[in-house]
């Protein structure tokens, strides 16, 4: 009998870009991607990245839950000019621990197609922690990470 320990969730694909699945616990999440193209002039095929609980009931860590979340970017990932901005969430003070856990997935699961480069944008209340990943092969890696620098370097607002 194979254990399901090691295997990503079921997921539900409601529309292009947008997931949700449900834990052993019960816990219902949603991840999405949201089309970034309005930030940066190069920014086509760039979309960031969110994943969050339906509830606010606490959530145990799970493993399982990393697995889906990197099934789901394998998927988005099979094309080669997507590109994906991640924003460490601010709302709740959690914003560092929301960056070392990717930081985590990124190390214990590429498979070495993907690159990473971070930046981060400090205002006098916040830090706010972004990170773009994109296939090593993107023919636009090199213009990607550069727009990337310039939108850190505009805090974040569209250029």
Known sequence: ???????????????????????????????????FSSYHPNFRNVYTFNIEPASNEPHPIDTRIALTVVSILMEFFTTKENAMIMVCDNLDGKEKKREILFQRWFKNYNDGRLVRFDASANTEDYTLYVSIYLRKDNPK?????????ELIGNDMYPI
């Open 141 to 149: 890696i090199s213009q990607l990470i550069q727009s990337f620098y």
């Open 1 to 35: 009998m194979e254990s399901n320990l090691q295997l990503p969730y079921k997921v539900l694909k409601s529309a292009e870009w947008d997931y949700t699945f449900t834990t052993k616990h019960g816990i219902i999440y949603h991840a999405y991607f949201i089309d």
